[in-house]
């Protein structure tokens, strides 16, 4: 006897599709690295929270106080694998950036769209400030959006009947490691489950699949929920800590669509906009409802949690999928998209590209930073600001690359010109983790018998203080000299932090302090500060 095996044909419309994502893939990716190589030319260094998570990447594990371990692990990668630059730790971002690119294709494609859809779909988000943004640093918003799409990507292929225990499963999977790297993917499932409860696509989430599938997600997650309950929550103590200390600027709800308008470049406003109304409406592209009702619960959620604008970043690939269907929809008596035609758009793609070029100093570091005031004046540029942190003459995206190889060369020097028995119990002490990762990083490149740094924020407390007895101290700090001879006999000022371009808060002395009195506290459970 003989077993017959049917192999179906493969859908040709899906080649195109893969074909045509991998090429707007392979650009984003090539601009990316262009990006990241130019502005590096320009002088604009590490990004402060690159320090941080380099360091995290050197202390694995299944939490961290501000931010889940995917962002640490991404770190540790790309330090071991492209090496210990500013452009091989950015490789990643890059890619992620690259990947959801590729998920915008196939969504549409998935969704119905032809390549006159895909290409608009995929050209708005490659030209989105948002998103040229957040893949060019060392992020863990650069990598939201690909964990977010290939559950829409997995939720809507079950729907049209592929493989439950297939998808459910990559669901399971990239929804789980989309927890690891950043809790606000629970507000993402939540508001998409929601919308899926209040359709008719609730079957979808009544089958043993989608057991399995939110089984798994848990399970994946599950370390990170056991290392807050073992640390005792650190994570909801900063946020807390955060509200308190009024960190975050709040929007109202039109500042919050505002946000949202000049995040993804306001002409995109036409394809985002117009991609919920016609998910609602359920006419050019059926039965997504549940997509539309999700997509509009997590704007509220968001704007009703004061959330920063970004935080919605990782949702709009689908939404411009579903408004450049539309528009294809809109137009299918027209010639070009009739013979499908990537330029069926073009007039509008060009008009999208030439807008998008103007306001790419607002989103990459792209003009010196005399160049760049001189710029953004002159056109009435203003960027948002999420921290209420005051600025100085750039905005705290680019202040915060400014500065780092000076405090580092100056610790260095002072740790050098250090009589030996001295060199032997010094403590290097960070007043953020800025501080203390960049002389980590930077200072230990120039030095690598320099002890490593210590600081009570966020998870460097955690970290301790390495053994130090606080008798021989190396302190960059905002405090006075009178306000630490209090704690100690000598008091000296041996460096200054002053560049133009960097955040004013960071413009402080750096001190070798020596001989601890007796009163100063050395307990450092009373040092902690999350926030």
């Known amino acids: 006897m003989t077993t017959t095996t049917t192999v179906r044909p493969a859908d040709p419309a899906l080649r195109q599709a893969l074909r045509l994502a991998a090429i707007f893939a392979a650009v984003k990716l090539l601009f990316q690295f262009a990006l990241t190589l130019y502005t590096q030319h320009l002088g604009y260094g590490y990004f402060r929270d690159e320090f941080y998570y380099i360091a995290c990447g050197h202390h694995l594990a299944w939490g961290y106080v501000d931010h889940g371990p995917i962002v640490a692990l991404q770190a540790r990668l790309g330090e071991l694998l492209f090496g210990e630059s500013v452009f091989g730790i950015r490789i990643f971002s890059a890619l992620a950036g690259a990947i959801a690119v590729f998920l915008t294709g196939i969504i549409t494609w998935s969704l119905g769209g032809r390549k006159p859809a895909q290409a608009l779909a995929m050209f708005g988000l490659l030209v989105a400030p948002q998103y040229i943004s957040q893949s060019g640093y060392l992020s863990m918003n650069s990598c939201e959006p690909m964990f977010w799409m290939t559950c829409l990507l997995a939720l809507i292929l079950i729907q049209q009947g592929h493989s439950p225990a297939r998808w459910w499963t990559i669901f399971g999977i990239s929804a789980g490691v989309g927890l690891l790297n950043k809790p606000s993917m629970t507000f993402f499932l939540i508001a998409i489950g929601l919308g899926l409860l209040l359709t008719p696509q609730r079957r979808l989430l009544f089958t043993r699949w989608a057991g399995f599938g939110i089984a798994l997600l848990i399970l994946i997650a599950l370390p990170n929920v056991l290392w807050q309950v073992h640390n005792h929550w650190p994570t909801l103590e900063f946020l807390q800590n955060g509200r308190a200390d009024h960190k975050n600027v709040i929007l109202n709800p039109l500042q919050f669509l505002h ?27 059926r039965d997504t409802r549940w997509l539309g009702l999700g997509a509009l619960l997590f704007y509220v959620i968001m704007c009703a949690m004061h959330a920063k604008d970004y935080y919605l970043l990782g949702i709009y690939p689908a939404l411009f999928a ?120 930077l200072g230990h490149k120039l030095d690598p018998t320099l002890p490593a740094a210590f600081s009570s924020h966020n998870t460097y407390w955690m970290w301790g203080t390495h053994g130090c007895t606080w008798d021989v101290v190396i302190g960059i700090t905002g405090a006075t000299p009178a306000e630490l001879a209090a704690r100690y006999d000598s008091v000296q000022i041996v460096g200054h932090l002053d560049n133009p371009y960097s955040m004013p808060y960071e413009h402080r002395n750096i001190y070798l302090l020596r001989h601890r009195k007796p009163s100063m506290p050395v307990d450092w459970n009373d040092w902690k500060s999350y926030e």
């Not at 946000?259 to 036409?270: S, T, V």
């Not at 930073?369 to 710029?375: A, C, E, F, I, L």
């Open 259 to 285: 946000a949202q308008i000049d995040g993804m470049q306001p002409l995109n406003a036409l394809l985002w906009i117009t991609g919920i109304v016609s998910l609602l409406r359920a006419k050019s592209i």
């Open 322 to 441: 579903a408004g450049a269907i539309a528009w294809e929809h809109r137009f299918a008596a027209s010639r070009a998209v009739q013979q499908d035609r990537l330029i069926a758009f073009l007039p509008f793609e060009a008009i999208l590209l030439i807008t998008s070029l103007i306001l790419l100093p607002m989103c990459s570091p792209i003009l010196r930073p005399d160049t760049w005031v001189r710029y953004t004046t002159a056109l009435h540029l203003h960027g948002n600001q999420s921290e209420t942190e005051a600025n100085g003459p750039l905005p705290q995206f680019y202040a915060d690359r400014f500065g780092w190889q000076e405090l580092a060369s100056q610790v260095v020097a002072t740790y050098q010109a250090l009589p030996p028995e001295d060199r032997s119990k010094l403590c290097i002490w960070g007043s953020n983790y800025g501080e203390a990762g960049s002389v980590d990083l």
